[in-house]
């Protein structure tokens, strides 16, 4: 009777066939699940990314504001300040608050001194960016930083100069945040550029001298853009296929501008060579198309 019983309430298990049918339905949920999450990271990506930037466009005018309407210059040398050289990036640190980075750096002679070129920067850094190795170059990964973000140089380090009152040299723009001729609205600041080259083992570092009298317009380790031509953007190219004479960014379909008013916009395949040109030159008076 016991034996009668538990063979009529024996459970059935699962078939191969229906086992199969239950791997083919979820492996479906997650085919069409994934796209999904990864747009949803991207878009968290890109909006720290456009975040970064805008951190980076409140530095420049405070440090504007605290300098007589000057902008932070590509580089400065002057031998009687703690810091001797500081690069682009260092003068902005004060103003993103990493002045302990700056002040580390004081009596070294340079801003890349006493281990700050390895001293990696969040703000620097876009989180879409997966050419570098925690921030760092991937040969190097104990040495220097990287950034994914690089100046416009036709804007910020257009001139050479000599102050003889403090006794300081000069990499640095012409114009003011209020005297730009073409306008903030329309001029670059900064872009995306992959933090890393593969294939040409060039790496854009922060705290590493980019100054194009000093070191050379083709120096692997400069940060500027601009100096090799007005190359349009590489919108979607993975780093293995980027080029570091353009601008180019680990996002999928743009990459983002910060333009000299402080403002943030992406920059997709459809601008055309003349607005680009519009909005990296800062006094060539030409008007900025519809595709902008």
Same mark, same amino acid.
């Given at each position: ?7 009529? @309430? &024996? ?7 229906e086992?199969?049918?239950?791997i083919a339905?979820i ?10 999450v990864?747009?949803?990271?991207e878009?968290?990506?890109r909006?720290?990314c456009?975040? !970064?930037?805008?951190?980076q466009g409140v ?10 309407d ?7 040398? !002057?031998?009687a300040q703690?810091?001797?050289? @500081?690069t ?6 004060? #103003?993103?608050e ?7 750096s004081?009596?070294? =002679? ?18 879409s960016?997966? =050419? ?8 190097d990964?104990?040495?220097?930083a990287c950034? =994914?973000?690089?100046?416009n140089?036709?804007?910020? %380090?257009s ?9 300081t #040299?000069?990499? &640095? ?6 005297n730009i001729?073409?306008? @903030? ?8 550029r992959y /933090?890393?080259?593969?294939? +040409?083992?060039w ?5 590493h001298p980019?100054d194009r009298?000093?070191?050379?317009n ?6 500027e +853009?601009?100096q090799?031509?007005? +190359?349009?953007p590489?919108i979607g190219?993975?780093?293995?296929? /980027?080029h ?6 680990g996002?999928s ?7 000299m008013? %402080?403002?943030? &916009? %992406? ?8 607005t ?9 008076g030409? @008007?900025?198309?519809? !595709?902008?």
């Amino acid at each position: 009777m016991i034996r009668q019983w538990l063979s009529r @309430t &024996r459970v059935k298990g699962f078939t191969l066939i229906e086992l199969l049918v239950v791997i083919a339905i979820i492996a479906i949920l997650i085919g069409l699940l994934l796209p999904a999450v990864q747009k949803v990271r991207e878009a968290a990506a890109r909006m720290q990314c456009g975040n !970064n930037l805008k951190q980076q466009g409140v530095a420049i005018h405070n440090y504007a504001s605290a300098n007589q309407d000057k902008l932070p210059p590509e580089i400065s040398y !002057n031998g009687a300040q703690n810091s001797g050289w @500081t690069t682009y990036w260092a003068n902005m640190l004060p #103003y993103i608050e990493q002045d302990a980075v700056l002040r580390a750096s004081y009596g070294s =002679s340079a801003s890349w001194g006493n281990g700050q070129h390895a001293a990696v920067i969040k703000t620097y850094i876009c989180p879409s960016d997966s =050419s570098h190795s925690n921030g760092r170059r991937p040969v190097d990964p104990g040495g220097w930083a990287c950034t =994914s973000y690089s100046t416009n140089y036709r804007m910020m %380090g257009s001139t050479y100069t000599y102050d003889n009152s403090t006794g300081t #040299y000069w990499t &640095r723009s012409q114009f003011n945040v209020g005297n730009i001729p073409d306008g @903030t609205s329309n001029t670059i600041a900064h872009l995306e550029r992959y /933090a890393w080259y593969n294939a +040409y083992q060039w790496s854009p570092l922060w705290n590493h001298p980019s100054d194009r009298i000093y070191w050379g317009n083709g120096h692997q380790w400069t940060t500027e +853009y601009g100096q090799f031509g007005l +190359y349009l953007p590489q919108i979607g190219l993975r780093a293995n296929q /980027a080029h570091p004479y353009y601008p180019n960014s680990g996002h999928s379909t743009s990459i983002q501008v910060l333009l000299m008013d %402080g403002s943030v &916009r %992406g920059v997709s395949n459809g601008i055309t060579q003349a607005t680009w040109n519009a909005v990296i030159i800062p006094d060539d008076g030409a @008007t900025v198309g519809s !595709n902008w």
